[in-house]
């Protein structure tokens, strides 16, 4: 039996913790093997012969030949029906969320293919990736399959989704290296996709959130002095606050303070 850990790509170690791969020849005894819950999700290729399973209600099935097996609540045993021949992404325990909109739940315990996630579209991907002659070559094929769903809108919109609820929660108060890092995510690639789906970058998304809680400390006079509401807010010192307050309100915040507070009803009515 020959198994091998594999590295993961820059832009894909975010959400696939590794690459494993696997061959064995036929036995005349296949054993089974318990799989225990580890909370990672994987997604399995078999070029060779494919695997039975079995569960614990007596049950047994014979696993596709390309899937995404979901979150394991409780142990199943497998065997090889020949001769082994596997390449699989193993995500982190989140990772594979931004890859489909198939609620996770729905996957749980099960052996899911591939075209049921993803369509018809998976026939020539699954065909490369079992027709490859090494390891390395269907890792290439999987990992550039990977990135091009990172790169459509559904999977732009769950990464920015959990941004703005992260961004909303903190206030604004959140830099983008915390942020990314919260999200498991690449500074840059978090920086394109929440622009492309926002319209703004997270950083100026963050100005308008901590902004907008401002406004309404200021509208429900929260607040002891202009200094003690701009530390309060995360504004580094008067200069930051007076700066940011004025590229959206047009006026400093004394200014504001002084004759505008009607405005903050306006700014602070989406908070």
Not at 193 to 210: D, E, H, N, Y
């Amino acid at each position: 039996m020959d198994y091998r850990q594999h590295d993961v790509s820059e832009e894909l170690k975010p959400f696939v913790k590794c690459f494993w791969s696997l061959e064995a020849p036929a036995s005349p005894q296949s054993e089974k093997q318990r799989i225990v819950p580890d909370g990672c999700m994987e997604m399995i290729f078999h070029y060779g012969d494919l695997y039975q399973q079995f569960y614990e209600d007596g049950r047994n099935i014979i696993q596709p030949r390309c899937f995404v097996f979901g979150q394991i609540t409780s142990p199943l045993e497998i065997a090889p029906t020949g001769v082994s021949g596997i390449i699989a992404a193993r995500f982190h325990p989140d990772g594979f969320i931004p890859f489909t909109s198939l609620p996770i739940q729905q996957m749980e315990n099960k052996a899911v293919p591939l075209k049921d996630l993803f369509g018809d579209d998976t026939d020539d991907f699954e065909k490369r990736v079992c027709a490859a002659s090494s390891s390395e070559e269907r890792i290439k094929y999987i990992s550039d399959f990977l990135i091009a769903r990172l790169q459509t809108i559904e999977a732009a919109h769950r990464i920015t989704k959990t941004s703005i609820e992260t961004l909303l929660q903190s206030k604004g108060q959140i830099n983008l290296d915390e942020l990314a890092g919260q999200l498991q995510v690449n500074r840059r690639q978090l920086e394109r996709k929440f622009s492309a789906a926002i319209g703004l970058s997270p950083k100026q998304f963050s100005k308008v959130i901590r902004l907008q809680a401002t406004l309404k400390m200021l509208e429900q006079k929260k607040f002891t002095s202009l200094t003690s509401l701009a530390y309060e807010n995360g504004y580094y010192d008067q200069a930051h606050f007076i700066k940011d307050f004025k590229e959206f309100t047009g006026v400093s915040p004394k200014e504001f303070y002084a004759g505008h507070l009607q405005m903050s009803a306006l700014f602070a009515a989406a908070g």
